[in-house]
């Protein structure tokens, strides 16, 4: 079946199978590696990425399911003024460590964020609750996303 939908802001059309998941079309036919392969059972969250601007572990879900539909990667976050700052924030905390889970931690921190300009700290945690960090313990994590909506607030 041919799969259209909106990736990075760009219109995509590629030919899937019925069977492939949104991760496998992303890194393996669109080249977007940034998001990663982790558990693939869609506990981890080193795959998430944003599909209508709502966290989904691509890992578990059906590419066929993102047609006409807008999908975000950590690649597209990049160019994204959020997205850029709280990648910043996440190396200056040392919120980054070994770096396989920082796409997954981005992408929902991102719609976190969109959501909430000032989440609390525990709402932070809840949100962060699907994705796996073996490195960092989330404390730097949290303190990211804390510098982020200070210097979104000018603080």
Known sequence: MELSFVVNGTPRSVDVDAAETLLGVLRDRLRLTGTK????????????????????DSC???????????????EGLTRDELGAALQAALVAAGGVQCG????????????????????SEDA???????????????SQIVDAVAATV?????R
Not at 60 to 74: L, M, Q
Not at 150 to 154: D, E, I, K, L
């Open 100 to 119: 396989f889970c920082t796409p997954g931690f981005v992408t929902t921190l991102v719609a976190v964020l969109r959501e909430d300009a000032a989440p």
């Open 60 to 74: 578990i879900y059906a590419a066929g399911a993102a047609a006409g539909r807008g999908v975000e990667t950590v």
């Open 150 to 154: 200070a210097g979104r607030n000018g």
């Open 37 to 56: 392969e982790g558990c693939n059972e869609g506990e981890c969250g080193a795959c998430t990425v944003l599909v209508d601007g709502l966290p989904v």
């Open 124 to 138: 932070v945690r809840e949100a962060l609750a699907g994705n796996i960090c073996r490195c960092t313990g989330y």
